[in-house]
T-cell receptor, first 114, second 110 residues
Framework: GAVVSQHPSRVICKSGTSVKIECRSL??????MFWYRQFPKQSLMLMAT?????????EQGVEKDKFLINHASLTLSTLTVTSAHPEDSSFYIC??????????FGPGTRLTVL | EDKVVQSPLSLVVHEGDTVTLNCSYE??????LLWYKQEKKAPTFLFML????IEKKSGRLSSILDKKELFSILNITATQTGDSAVYLC??????????FGPGTRLSVLP
């Protein structure tokens, strides 16, 4: 149980394009989903927290107009990186929590912006 | 400001050794501590600890929480090369963000 999927696992795009990353909880209802960014050999950096049906709460320094988060259902959250630039290249990971307190992570999406 | 500290940050041992990884926390509204193992991709869940003094065990891994002293340890006995990974701990509360530590990078040599 507690499986979280992410799609795509890897994406390469041109500068200026937008990229959407999906995060799904496959076997439980995720009332809260979290989006993280991770740079090489560093720990996870929380970008935003989203609760189903409400607006995401962004961490300080994270541009909400650049990183659009939608949590439309209890099993799906999306992160859209708008007008991506090379500095947005990173490993993006989502996690989800439901009735238990543990967060379960998706496998991550490696974004490369050329 | 909430923070989670892990030590050591890096550790190199030989197969068969026993290791103890430390995690201390100062987290507002703390309820649970989570341990994760991260290899090349996203972290995988190991333990969730909510009560003090109750050891959780899974194979060669075990963990315990001390809510009075605000720390947790993760023990790995008879280490194997497959245990090489970054071990993350995080403290937090239900429905809120968990604050992650920097991780301990464990390398197990054959």
């Amino acid at each position: 149980g507690a499986v979280v999927s992410q799609h795509p696992s890897r994406v390469i795009c041109k500068s200026g394009t937008s990229v959407k990353i999906e995060c799904r909880s496959l076997d439980f209802q995720a009332t809260t989903m979290f989006w993280y960014r991770q740079f090489p050999k560093q720990s996870l950096m929380l970008m935003a927290t989203s609760n189903e049906g409400s607006k995401a709460t962004y961490e300080q320094g994270v541009e909400k107009d650049k990183f659009l988060i939608n949590h439309a259902s209890l099993t799906l959250s999306t992160l859209t990186v708008t007008s991506a630039h090379p500095e947005d290249s990173s490993f993006y990971i989502c996690s989800a929590s439901g009735t238990t307190e543990a967060q379960f992570f998706g496998p991550g999406t490696r974004l490369t912006v050329l | 400001e909430d923070k989670v500290v892990q030590s050591p940050l890096s550790l190199v041992v030989h197969e068969g050794d026993t290791v103890t990884l430390n995690c201390s926390y100062e987290v507002t509204n703390f309820r649970s501590l989570l341990w994760y193992k991260q290899e090349k991709k996203a972290p995988t869940f190991l333990f969730m600890l909510t009560s003090s003094g109750i050891e959780k065990k899974s194979g060669r891994l075990s963990s315990i929480l001390d809510k009075k002293e605000l720390f947790s340890i993760l023990n790995i006995t008879a280490t194997q090369t497959g245990d090489s990974a970054v071990y993350l701990c995080a403290g937090g509360n239900y429905g809120q963000n968990f604050v992650f530590g920097p991780g301990t990078r464990l390398s197990v040599l054959p």
